[in-house]
């Protein structure tokens, strides 16, 4: 990314240094970098290059040796589905931030992914490059033009929907309850040209050194808690007995290790909908009524009252200060 907002006439060391990253550091044999540093990074520089697509159109011009372990892990795969399964299993190789669910990819085709220490939406420009980017790898491998079933983002989205579904060649949609990529069944059965049995072994035996020197500590609770309140809150189950109970805990105990964090469930619950607000106010064209039911509120007027409560102003007069 360094290299891309070089080449576009931008200050690539200015920017990396307003997201806390030493170019000369990450360039070391070995290095990485905090997810939410990488995230910042991509964010700055979708800012700087003024390319609000800037994660779709970096990922869809990789190579999927710039991955470089895995990526030569997923070349050697026999099949799409092993491919994917090992991208799943080995994810820690390549980051320590990336959750990837492929429990249901030989059901129903699905895998699901997310990333740990950026926000709801603080890493859109990397969630963004990481599904154009895995898409392409896949296209690749195969050598086919592999055609998803469906594509979710959970960020919202205002401009740019039409670049994302002529890339992935069905519909996208934003705001959703989770990132997900549907694949259909015939793709994932289909070989990978570049198979190499021995290869595979030999890779994945590193893969395996790799993981017990980077065995990452579970996420954090706040950031487990913030993912349940953001799944449940549409469906209006982001309480506090509902989020203790998932994750295995009375609410006392739940409400005393949150304390310890210096935050509560209240709290959480809050900051997650003001910031889910501006965004959908500010990226997309939904109704008022519409972000309410996505917050949790079963009134407009709810909504109205805490958002005037947050920021001092009406939904009404921020979308119209956005558009104007």
């Not at 609770?221 to 007995?241: C, F, H, N, Q």
């Amino acid at each position: 990314m360094a290299a891309e907002l070089q080449r576009a006439g931008c200050a690539a060391d200015q920017i990396l240094g307003q997201a806390g990253v030493d170019r000369q550091k990450i360039a070391a044999d070995g290095a990485r970098l905090p997810f939410s540093k990488h995230a910042a990074v991509f964010e700055l520089a979708a800012e700087a290059m003024q390319d609000p697509c800037l994660g779709l159109n970096f990922g869809r011009s990789r190579d999927t040796r710039d991955a470089g372990l895995i990526g030569y892990v997923g070349l050697a795969s026999p099949s799409l589905v092993d491919a994917l399964k090992n991208l799943a299993r080995y994810r820690r190789v390549f980051s320590d931030a990336a959750e990837m669910d492929v429990s249901d990819l030989l059901t129903d085709g699905s895998m699901r992914w997310w990333f740990h220490g950026s926000g709801v939406s603080g890493a859109r420009q990397c969630v963004e490059f990481s599904a154009a980017n895995l898409l392409r790898a896949v296209r690749g491998l195969v050598g086919e033009p592999i055609t998803p079933l469906q594509v979710s983002f959970v960020h919202p989205r205002r401009d740019g929907r039409a670049d994302f579904e002529a890339f992935f060649g069905c519909k996208v949609v934003f705001g959703a309850a989770e990132n997900v990529i549907v694949l259909r069944k015939a793709d994932l059965a289909r070989p990978i040209r570049s198979a190499d049995d021995r290869l595979l072994a030999l890779l994945l035996r590193y893969c395996e050194e790799v993981l017990s020197r980077h065995s990452a500590p579970p996420p954090a609770l706040v950031e487990r808690v913030e993912r349940m309140i953001a799944d449940r809150l549409s469906k209006g189950e982001a309480r506090l007995a509902t989020v203790a109970a998932a994750c295995g805990m009375s609410t006392r105990s739940l409400t005393r290790r949150l304390a310890e964090h210096g935050t509560s469930f209240k709290d959480l619950v809050e900051n997650l909908r003001r910031e889910l607000a501006l965004r959908y106010l500010e990226e997309t064209t939904l109704s008022l009524t519409e972000i309410a039911f996505l917050l949790g509120y079963s009134e407009v007027s709810s909504f109205n009252h805490a958002f005037r409560r947050w920021t001092g102003k009406t939904p009404s007069t921020v979308r119209s200060r956005v558009r104007a």
